[in-house]
């Protein structure tokens, strides 16, 4: 991540729940930056509370870009998303501000900074339907034994992203890891919380987000044409509540399940970013020495 040459983009990471989105927004207005999401599900319209998708007024007047971009009747893919970021990130650069990439989908992150290829694997058909046979816990299992890296980045739970990821595996024996070359000066920051606090933050947004009116949200979307399998592929609120309308389970299984895999989520994340040694790693209240890190980047 060294070069003067290439233009300079901050990165803020963290679990599901550190904060990450009120930091980026402090620091958008500290540093003239715009905010790039880097969230697989909040890339499409409609999927708002339960995603926590960022409002017009907690925006505090910083563009955002890559929310609301697709239908979710439709696939956005991580080659999409890279499209669409760097054009976003040219923009963001020609009007001589900063560039701000945050969120939870590190796939995403990683495949637009140029650190990993979007690999063009052709669908296999006649693998897709032997790989359909299986549940997604066997499939989970089968990638973890194929590229443990990308099973630790996936969402176990969106079938058709798991035998996508089979498929690219199969065909190149693992996702691509390094490019030589990164296309972008990055500095990475991380939001360091406590396991305690994380769970607590896990568990009140949880109830937040359904006396916001997450279910109700749900109802909307299926009630303007999207399919409960479909609901099942765009993450764990939406499963769960999909299949409490479908009286499948009780509330208050719905509820349990949500925070519990909101916690594995959360872990899997956490051993994700664990491995990337350039992440610099901050307290969220730290702002005196999260400013010194970003004024040093900007300054050299």
Request: charged fraction near 25%; charge should be positive; hydrophobic fraction near 40%.
């Given at each position: 991540m060294t070069g003067?040459?290439?233009?300079?983009?901050?990165?803020?990471?963290?679990?599901?729940?550190?904060?990450?989105?009120?930091?980026?927004?402090?620091?958008?207005?500290?540093?003239?930056?715009?905010?790039?999401?880097?969230?697989?599900?909040?890339?499409?319209?409609?999927?708002?509370?339960?995603?926590?998708?960022?409002?017009?007024?907690?925006?505090?007047?910083?563009?955002?870009?890559?929310l609301d971009v697709a239908e979710p009747q439709n696939v956005y893919t991580v080659a999409d998303y890279v499209r669409d970021g760097r054009i976003a990130i040219d923009s963001i650069l020609s009007r001589e501000k900063l560039p701000i990439i945050v969120g939870g989908t590190f796939f995403y992150i990683n495949a637009l900074l140029g650190a990993v290829s979007t690999p063009e694997v052709p669908p296999n058909v006649k693998l897709r339907e032997e790989l359909e046979k299986y549940s997604n816990e066997e499939l989970f299992e089968i990638l973890k034994e194929k590229d443990n890296a990308r099973a630790e980045?996936?969402?176990?739970?969106?079938?058709?992203?798991?035998?996508?990821?089979?498929?690219?595996?199969?065909?190149?024996?693992?996702?691509?890891?390094?490019?030589?070359?990164?296309?972008?000066?990055?500095?990475?920051?991380?939001?360091?919380?406590?396991?305690?606090?994380?769970l607590k933050n896990i568990h009140t947004r949880l109830v937040e987000r359904i006396t916001a009116g997450m279910i109700d949200e749900v109802v909307t979307l299926h009630k303007n044409g999207l399919s409960y399998e479909r609901m099942t592929e765009l993450g764990i609120e939406y499963q769960h509540i999909s299949r409490y309308l479908q009286n499948k389970i009780t509330k208050d299984e719905m509820c349990s399940l949500i925070e519990t895999k909101s916690r594995q989520y959360a872990k899997r994340q956490m051993t994700w970013l664990k491995r990337d040694k350039v992440i610099q790693w901050v307290r969220k209240d730290e702002s005196e020495k999260i400013e010194g890190l970003v004024n040093g980047f900007l300054i050299n």
């Open positions: 003067t040459h290439k233009s300079k983009v901050l990165v803020i990471v963290g679990p599901t729940a550190s904060g990450k989105t009120s930091l980026s927004i402090e620091l958008g207005k500290r540093f003239n930056g715009e905010i790039i999401s880097a969230d697989s599900r909040q890339v499409y319209r409609g999927l708002d509370i339960g995603t926590g998708k960022v409002t017009r007024a907690e925006m505090q007047g910083i563009h955002h870009h890559l980045t996936i969402d176990p739970s969106n079938q058709r992203r798991l035998i996508r990821a089979i498929e690219i595996a199969s065909a190149l024996g693992a996702v691509p890891k390094t490019r030589a070359v990164e296309l972008y000066n990055a500095l990475a920051i991380g939001i360091h919380i406590e396991k305690e606090d994380l």
